[in-house]
Nanobody
């Protein structure tokens, strides 16, 4: 049974920081690329950041470049999202997802963690 469990969300003032974690079980973690997505109320789900299986290649949506950093620890089956200089528009439910190297599609998803940035 594949499980992705996010943690670390919360309420933070604008300009503050949060670090999200995603613990993964039930799949060969080091064989999967990982990503973070977010969905704000009444908006489409948006890709935020991605990292390849070994952690040496990352990609970000333009709106978070320079502020967010994705990383992973394959010894802990975990992926992280360090979020700095948070803005009110970063408010959303953040979810992690696992991408199969075979299909290049995000196949497994966590339930999400709420991030609220007060202005």
């Amino acid at each position: 049974q594949v499980q992705l469990v996010e943690s670390g969300g919360g309420l933070v003032p604008a300009g503050g920081s949060l670090r999200l974690s995603c613990a993964v079980s039930g799949l060969p973690f080091s064989s999967y690329g990982m990503g973070w997505f977010r969905q704000a109320p009444e908006k489409e789900r948006e890709f935020v950041a991605g990292i390849n299986w070994i952690g040496d290649n990352t990609v970000y949506v333009d709106s978070v470049k320079g502020r967010f950093t994705i990383s992973r620890d394959n010894t802990k089956n975990s992926v992280y999202l360090q979020m700095n200089s948070l803005k009110a528009e970063d408010t959303a439910v953040y979810s992690c997802a696992a991408k199969s190297s075979r299909t290049s599609k995000y196949m497994y998803w966590g339930q999400g963690t709420q991030v609220t940035v007060s202005s």
